[in-house]
């Protein structure tokens, strides 16, 4: 059972264009979130979502970024019309299901570059 | 507003020594606290979570404390071995929020010297 697979590990842009960060979630779970963590500083929320479904979006900026998880495929992280300060490392956890005493499996993040 | 202290902030100790690492909050109402360990490049790893009800938690040379009076929490390490170099995170849900919803300390970077 494969663990929670990111890819691209490393991603490099330059300002204005866009990134995709891919998530494909443990085998059997169907909720995925997405941190995001600047140099120097903790991991913050992003989004949660469920198979086709956003629940909690709070944590995303309000403009360039989406996510989705459809019913087949990896979750997807969108960042349009990137900038400098879009640079971080980008978490994305599985869990089968929702409880908040859940544990979590994290992947081993996408590093985003912006030149 | 809800934050995680950790402190200190980077220690460094030799292999075979102890080590204790700190963690304060103040999120509320409080459901429960984790250690997640990050080694460089990799994604955090879970170590223990505690929920109100439990004041200790232990996994191998790792133990973690709870005193929800006083918020705080630490994580004791036994024994250390130079695979523990890593940054240790402190990381506590709170009630009534979506499971995403964790509020992350900045981590204490630990490096076991030979």
């Known amino acids: 059972n494969a663990g929670v697979m990111q890819n691209p590990r490393h991603l490099v842009r330059r300002r204005g264009q866009e990134a995709r960060l891919r998530c494909s979630p443990m085998k059997g779970h169907s909720h995925v979130y997405w941190y995001r963590q600047l140099p120097e500083e903790g991991l913050k929320f992003m989004v949660y979502?469920?198979?086709?479904?956003?629940?909690?979006e709070s944590g995303m900026p309000k403009e360039r970024f989406s996510a989705e998880f459809p019913k087949e495929g990896p979750s997807i992280l969108r960042i349009q019309q990137v900038v400098r300060g879009d640079s971080a490392a980008y978490f994305c956890a599985s869990s089968p299901f929702y409880s908040l005493n859940t544990e979590a499996f994290f992947g081993q993040g996408t590093r985003l570059t912006v030149v | 507003k809800n934050q995680v202290e950790q402190s200190p902030q980077s220690l460094i100790i030799l292999e075979g020594k102890n080590c204790t690492l700190q963690c304060n909050y103040t999120v509320s109402p409080f459901s429960n606290l984790r250690w997640y360990k990050q080694d460089t490049g990799r994604g955090p790893v879970s170590l223990t979570i505690?929920?109100?009800?439990?004041n200790t938690k232990s996994n191998g040379r790792y133990t973690a404390t709870l005193d929800a009076d006083t918020k705080q929490s630490s994580l004791h390490i036994t024994a250390s071995q130079l695979s523990d170099s890593a940054s240790y995170i402190c990381?506590?849900?709170?009630?009534?929020?979506?499971?995403?919803?964790?509020?992350f300390g900045q981590g204490t970077i630990l490096t076991v010297h030979p």
């Open positions: 990381v506590v849900s709170e009630e009534g929020t979506s499971y995403g919803k964790l509020t």
């Open positions: 505690m929920t109100f009800s439990e």
């Open positions: 979502l469920q198979k086709e479904n956003i629940i909690d």
